[in-house]
């Protein structure tokens, strides 16, 4: 059921997986962890972290506006995406997720034949201190771990800081449209 992107012709990896704690570059002590459909009180951290987000780092326009956007956006994508969190001090503080690209939801349960998008988000107060590539590496390593080989991403093509970052761990451009650049990644299942 593969879609018609181009991914790599080599896979990309090894990436660390879940639970991983860092310090990132001021200091701060940061726990990575994977969330299954937001259980345990995860969607309540991650709905707080959405609200204190600044909308003008909003892109392709995600994360949503407003609490009750927020919580039906996460609601929404969460039955069948893949979640990966960054805390601080027990507050969210990232989030990456990955979410099937297909509208068949038996299709979810073979990973390696559908095609994931990915979407990360950090609060402003935590960009710039490596946290986005620890988030992002730690959920293609929960990623491989489960089974899942192909993901992609679209990013605005002015937004050098993210298309550096998806760069460093492997994703490779596979085409432009208007505003957008379209990446991909091809994970390799051995892990």
């Known amino acids: 059921m593969s879609g018609s992107r181009q991914y ?21 002590p940061i726990e990575i962890r994977a969330v299954g459909s937001f259980a345990e009180g995860a969607l309540e951290d991650v709905v707080e972290m ?31 995406s893949v979640n990966v969190v960054a805390s601080h001090d027990g507050d969210a503080v990232g989030h990456a997720m990955l979410v099937p690209d297909t509208d068949d939801p038996s299709a979810i349960e073979d990973n390696a034949e559908i095609e994931w998008e990915l979407a990360i988000f950090v609060l402003q107060a935590y960009q710039q201190a490596g946290i986005g590539t620890v988030l992002l590496e730690n959920l293609l390593g929960h990623a491989v771990e489960i089974g899942i080989e192909r993901v992609w991403l679209t990013v605005e093509r002015w937004n050098n800081p993210a298309i550096a970052l998806y760069e460093r761990v492997g994703f490779e451009s596979t085409g432009t449209e ?11 299942p051995e892990g």
């Not at 790599?8 to 701060?28: K, L, Q, V």
């Not at 600044?54 to 039955?79: C, H, K, M, V, Y």
């Open 50 to 80: 959405y609200l204190a987000f600044d909308p003008a780092d909003r892109a392709q326009g995600i994360p949503p506006t407003g609490e009750s956007r927020i919580r039906n956006w996460l609601e929404t994508i969460g039955e069948d």
């Open 8 to 28: 790599p012709d080599d896979p990309s990896g090894p990436f660390p997986a879940p639970p991983t704690t860092i310090e990132d570059r001021e200091d701060r």
């Open 178 to 188: 208007s505003f957008e650049q379209e990446m991909a990644i091809l994970l390799d």
